[in-house]
């Protein structure tokens, strides 16, 4: 069993920045990937950002060159540095923990609001 803590989230204006941490009580050295999705209210949940086992990233068309994803490994933590952000980046934003031997995990949320 995994358990995954998020932290980070809050308000900002847009054009700010915030950073998400997910820190998960595993090591996240070997596993399949750890990622970032979001939802905002009346839609379906997307994906934003992942990051392999072997430290690739993919991203989100709409956060390309925006976000970033990067990871800690002796802390057990993956991150989300959001940058030049914009109300449509407004959702509740989840960390997915994805490992062969534990199966996927979702953290609890983190609300995220962009607004003047």
């Known amino acids: 069993q995994v358990q995954l803590v998020e932290s980070g989230g809050g308000l900002v204006q847009p054009g700010g920045s915030l950073r998400l941490s997910c820190a998960a009580s595993r090591s996240i050295f ?13 839609k379906q949940r997307e994906f934003v950002a992942r990051l392999l086992g072997g430290g690739f990233t993919n991203y989100a068309d709409s956060v390309k060159g925006r976000f970033t994803i990067s990871r800690d490994i002796a802390k057990n933590t993956v991150y989300l540095q959001m940058n030049s952000l914009k109300p ?3 959702a509740v934003y989840f960390c997915n923990f994805d490992s062969t031997v534990y199966g996927s995990t979702w953290g609890q949320g983190t609300q995220v609001t962009v607004s003047s």
């Open 30 to 42: 070997s596993i399949n990937a750890m990622g970032w999705y979001r939802q905002a209210p009346g």
């Open 88 to 90: 449509e980046d407004t």
